[in-house]
């Protein structure tokens, strides 16, 4: 057998993958597209847009709520007309990797962030989609106090940034009819 004989078959089958991924390609329909219904009415996009973030407790609710804003609205208009809200509780614990046994601190940390949500319909009281998210932040802890409160501040603020994509995701995927 050739070597073009052998890459005959090898030809053929990716011709027919290539030729049944072009037509399934037809079959998806983007996530946050204007044309995806959603199951409260409109689009998801516009769905998206309605949701009400009020005021959450601490630096990591505070950090969490600004990127919910950015992500489902981006514009943040107060005047838009607001059918969903959305309620968060956060919780935040810290995680000691590893010790220095020579002065016995901590090296570094790793900080949990957990978010236990939910988002309601205000005209029904229907919870239209909720969960429990956790994410990792790990940050490096320093002899210099001044450092390691910066660098837990970052974690905060990473942990908040990755929690807000991972909500509205699993917002967006809830609200598609």
């Not at 057998?1 to 329909?29: D, H, I, K, Y």
């Not at 990591?60 to 607001?82: C, I, T």
């Not at 910066?150 to 609200?175: E, H």
């Amino acid at each position: 057998m050739s070597s073009s004989e052998a890459a005959f078959p090898r030809r053929t089958l990716l011709a027919a993958v290539l030729a049944v991924a072009a037509l399934a390609g037809g079959c998806f329909q983007p996530l946050y597209s204007d044309y995806t219904s959603s199951t409260v009415g409109g689009s998801v996009k516009t769905a998206m847009r309605a949701i009400e973030i009020p005021e959450i407790k601490g630096l990591m609710g505070h950090y969490l709520r600004n990127e919910l804003v950015f992500e489902l609205d981006g514009s943040g208009d107060p005047d838009a007309r607001k059918t969903l809200k959305f309620d968060a509780r956060l919780t935040e614990s810290v995680e000691v990797v590893t010790v220095d046994y020579t002065n016995g601190r901590a090296d570094s940390a790793v900080l949990i962030g957990t978010a236990t949500w939910s988002l309601t319909d205000t005209k029904t009281g229907k919870i239209v989609s909720s969960g429990v998210n956790s994410v990792r932040a790990p940050y490096e802890r320093s002899s210099q106090r001044f450092a390691t409160v910066r660098a837990a501040r970052d974690a905060q603020i990473r942990a908040a940034k990755n929690l807000a994509t991972i909500i509205r995701g699993q917002i967006a995927a809830d609200l598609t009819s």
